[in-house]
């Protein structure tokens, strides 16, 4: 399995789990959901990157930069490592991955 399938995956569950986390402790209702929607969206491609279809790095590639872009607007705000600065982290390694299977 490559890196990039890796980091999706493990991506997507960190978007889940997160929005689960968010949900229990501050009973954020739209962390839930869009936890569970870019979870599940990550989860897509990486089924689709795990069967080489072509769309599937760049559905993963959109969701991995819109989540850095909104988890760094989070950082910047909060001045708080977690979970912001975790998910910046994770994310730039999965583009990171992505990038490299693309090319």
Do not use: D, E, H
């Not at 991506?11 to 959901?33: C, D, E, R, T």
């Not at 989540?67 to 910046?88: D, E, H, N």
């Amino acid at each position: 399995m490559s890196p990039a399938i890796v980091m999706t995956f493990i991506y997507a569950v960190l978007s889940v789990v997160g929005g689960i986390i968010g949900y229990q402790k501050a009973g954020s209702k739209p962390s839930l959901i869009a936890g569970i929607i870019t979870g599940i969206l990550l989860l897509v491609a990486g089924v689709g990157l795990l069967q080489m279809a072509a769309w599937a790095s760049w559905l993963a590639i959109a969701v991995a930069l819109l989540l850095v872009i909104v988890f760094i607007g989070r950082l910047l705000k909060t001045r708080k490592f977690m979970p912001a600065g975790l998910m910046v982290i994770v994310g730039v390694a999965t583009l990171i991955a992505l990038f490299q299977a693309v090319a």
